[in-house]
């Protein structure tokens, strides 16, 4: 390793499932042979953090855990066994740090679904620090022309959404619903959508996030705080009547999961992505029958889905809005999430 790696750094620190974080100094950790040490410059929070930290989900975190998936920066330092990485590159932590790479998942680049994986900010520590590890076949490769601060969101949002989008089969010309279109996910969907020639339809509430959206590039903004009949309004926003061809969920509420069978078109197909806490899917079985219509989930993307997100990016595609703050207040970004109150996304600046 070489000689200006500190010994210690500063990092959040969830020491206690359901409490605050603490902002304090940690040591910095040695990566093993497999692994790179990435000098984290930014870090984007995505509301899987806030639900780390609320333990919304039936899968424990470690404690005292480092959350954080969306970490941009610098490689530092390499195992011995790491011939693909150099010191130097631009490289990102992304939500799966690590998996087996010999499971039938794995061997068939489903690696999401591995049994076995290491999941940043979660079940290994993650980018809220200065200095976080990563397994090197995971790690995101970033281009040395692309801006850290604004890849950040990427890494996860903008991966997750891409795939989502993908899986959901829509093609161009056709029409999309983002539930959710306001926050994280929602404006780098936006975005994704317009680049891949989708119509996108935003769901959201409050006028701030209308505006976003709209300048994001959403033909109609259907508000579900405000809107009288929103299936219909939705309906009404697509050719004759017929409905979204696909609908991405990405909304923190169960509501939108059982409401959009009655809006979505016939043969098209729901894609769920969000996870809010202990919250179930319900759909007519005459209408899901009749109506033929998909609904499936998805779950952020393999090593290629995330070396195409990042290309969109690097071309100039990718536009979505986002607010630095330091990482020492982290805390604030997460009590304005728990209220809904944040357009886009706050990414962290480790230094501040
Ligand atoms: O791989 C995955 N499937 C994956 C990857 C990353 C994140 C899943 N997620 C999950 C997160 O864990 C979280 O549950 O996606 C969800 C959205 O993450 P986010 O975009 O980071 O959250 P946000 O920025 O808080 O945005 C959520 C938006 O939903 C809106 C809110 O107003 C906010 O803008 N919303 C809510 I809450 N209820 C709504 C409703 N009924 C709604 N929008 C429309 N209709
Ligand atoms: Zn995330
Ligand atoms: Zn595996």
Not at 22 to 27: A, D, E, S, T
Not at 124 to 145: E, L, M, T
Not at 250 to 277: D, H, M, N
Request: contains cysteine.
């Amino acid at each position: 390793m070489s000689t200006d790696i500190p010994t210690e750094q500063w990092a959040q620190v969830l020491e206690q499932r359901g409490g605050s974080v603490v902002h304090k100094k940690i040591p910095v950790p040695k990566p093993g042979p497999d692994e790179v040490l990435i000098n984290i410059k930014y870090s984007g929070v995505c509301h899987t953090d806030l639900h780390a930290v609320k333990g919304d989900w039936p899968l424990a975190t470690k404690i005292p855990l480092v959350g954080g998936h969306e970490g941009a920066g610098i490689v530092v330092a390499r195992g011995d066994l790491v011939k693909d990485v150099e010191i130097g590159d631009y490289a990102g932590i992304k939500w799966l740090n690590g998996s087996c790479m010999s499971c039938a998942f794995c061997r068939t680049a489903d690696e999401p679904l591995c049994p076995e994986p290491d999941l940043s900010g979660y079940t290994v520590d993650g980018s809220f620090q200065q200095y976080a590890i990563g397994k090197a076949a995971h790690v995101a490769r970033i281009p040395k022309d692309c801006n850290l601060e604004a890849i950040a969101p990427v890494l996860c949002a903008g991966l997750t959404v891409y795939k989502g989008l993908k899986e959901s089969g829509a093609r161009p010309g056709e029409f999309v619903a983002i539930v959710g279109a306001g926050g994280g996910l929602g404006s780098m969907a936006l975005q994704y959508a317009r680049a891949m020639g989708l119509h996108a339809i935003a769901i959201d509430g409050g006028a701030e996030k209308e505006k976003m959206c709209k300048e994001l590039g959403a033909t109609t903004y259907v508000d579900f705080m405000t809107s009288k009949n929103l299936v219909e309004d939705v309906k009404k926003a697509t050719p004759e009547g017929y409905g979204p061809h696909a609908v991405l969920l990405l909304a923190v509420s169960e509501k939108p999961f059982q409401q959009a069978s009655e809006y979505v078109r016939s043969r098209g197909t729901i894609v769920c992505v969000g996870l809010p806490a202990n919250a179930f899917l319900k759909a007519p079985v005459f209408d899901t029958v009749t109506r033929m219509i998909n609904i499936k989930g998805s779950y952020v993307g393999n090593r290629q889905d995330t070396a195409e997100a990042i290309e969109f990016y690097r071309q100039g595609l990718i536009k979505a809005p986002y607010k630095v703050v330091g990482l020492s207040q982290l805390q604030e970004v997460f009590d304005l999430m728990e209220q809904n109150k944040i357009s886009g996304r706050y990414v962290v600046d480790t230094s501040k």
